[in-house]
C-alpha cells in the first residue's frame, strides 16, 4: 500500500491534522442536526399534506442510495481534503440560495426538495472520504482512539446539540436556522483549510487505456469488498443490524407515546430516544479500551447481542424504565460497533481501496435503512407492532450467530493479524504542502 505520504513527517503534524479533522466533523454534524430539523419545518410551513413534507426527508436521504458508491469511487481518486473543503462550501451556497428564497417568500416547495437532494449528495460525498482520510492522519496503534473521538462527537453534535439548538434557531425564524447551518458548513471548511499537506492516493487503478474509468473503479471496489471474506460478512450482518434498528425506530413511537402501551407523554418519549444517543457516546468512548481488555471479537459480538436485546424489549414488555435500560444498550452497541468494526477495516483496507469500501459500506447500512422503515410499517399495520419487534428480535439473533461464527474463525484471526502487523512500521504522515 503506498499513498502519498512520508514516515518521517513529525507525528505533531499529524496530531494538528486530525484535530483539524476533528473539528471539521463536528461542527459538520452540529450543522446536520440543525438543518434536518429545520428542513421539514419550511415545508410545514408550505403545505400541510404530511406525503409532500415527508417528501423533503426522502429528497435528503435519497443521494445515499444513489451515490455512496460514485462517492467512494470519487474519494479514491482525488485528493480528499479537497473534496470534502468543496462539499462544504457547496453547502454553504446551497443554504444561502434557500434562506434568500425564504426571505423573499419565493422559495417553491420543488425547490425546497432541489436544495434537501443537494445538500444529501453533498453530506454522502463528504461523509464518505471524511473515513478514507482518518488513516492518512493517525498513527496505526491510534485507530480505535480516533473513530472513538470521531463517532462520539458526531453523535453529541448530530443527536444531542443540533436538533434542539435548531429547535430554539427555528423559533427566531426559519431563515436564522437555515442560516446558522450555512455558518456551520463554512466553519467546517475553515477548520478543513488548516490541514496541510496532500490527501489524494498515489496508487489508485485506472482502466485499460489509463482513462478515468468510474464504473470499472466502482466494480472493483465490489469485487474487493466479496472477496475480503470477513469484512464482507461482517459489512452484511452491520446491514441486517441498521434494518432492524430502522424497523424499530419507524414503530416505537406508536408503541411508546399514550395511548400506546408505555403510556408516555412526548417529553418523556424525548427522553427515550435520548437515551440511543446517550448510549451511543458512552459505546463509542468506551470502545478501545474495552477491544484491548476483551478483544474485537468479544466487544463486535457483544455489540451484535445488544441489538436483539433492544428489539427483544418491547415485545415482552411494556415497562418504560426496562425499555429504557434496553435503549441506552442498544445505543451502547451501536456506538462500540461502529469503532470497533471502522478501526479493523481502516487497519486492513489498503489506500487506494479506503473511498470505495466506505462507499460500499455506506451503501449497505443507508440502504437498509429505509426497507426496514417499510416492512415494519406493513407489519405493524397488518399484524401488530409488537409484532415487528419480534420479528426484528428473531433476525438479531439470526444475525448475532452469523457475527459469532466470523468472529471466531481463522480468517478472522488472519484479518486479525493483519490488523496488528500494521501497527508495526512507523505512522505515515501527509507531505507538508
Known sequence: MQSDTQPSEPTTVGARNFTALWAGAAVTNLADGVVKLTLPLVAVSMTDSPALIAGVTLANTLPWLLFSLPAGALADRVDRRRLMMTMAAARALVLAVLVGGILADILPLVGLYAGALLLGTAEVFADTTRMSVVPMVVPRNRMESAFAKLTATETAANEFIGPPLGGLLAAAGLAVALGAGGVGYAGALLALATMTGHYRSTRYPRSATGAFSLRADIWEGIQYVWRERV????LLVAGAASGCWAAWTAVIVVYAIAPGPMD???????????????????????????????????????????????????????????????????GAGSGAWNVTYSSLRA?????????????????????????GALVAGFTAELISVRAVFLGGAALCALVLAATLRTVTSPEFRRVEARATASHQPAPAQPHRS
Request: glycine letters at 12%; charged letters at 10%.
Open 231 to 234: 469484512l464482507r460478512t461482517l
Open 347 to 371: 487497519l486492513v483496507v489498503p489506500d487506494e481501496m479506503m473511498g470505495r469500501y466506505s462507499g460500499v459500506s455506506r451503501l449497505t447500512s443507508w440502504g437498509s435503512v429505509p426497507l
Open 264 to 330: 408516555l407523554s412526548r417529553s418523556e418519549y424525548g427522553l427515550l430516544i435520548g437515551a440511543l444517543g446517550v448510549g451511543g457516546v458512552v459505546g463509542a468512548s468506551a470502545a478501545p479500551a474495552l477491544v484491548r481488555r476483551l478483544g474485537r471479537q468479544v466487544v463486535l459480538a457483544t455489540s451484535m447481542a445488544s441489538f436483539a436485546v433492544l428489539l427483544a424489549a418491547p415485545a415482552i414488555t411494556s415497562s418504560p424504565r426496562l425499555i429504557a435500560v434496553t435503549t441506552v444498550l442498544g
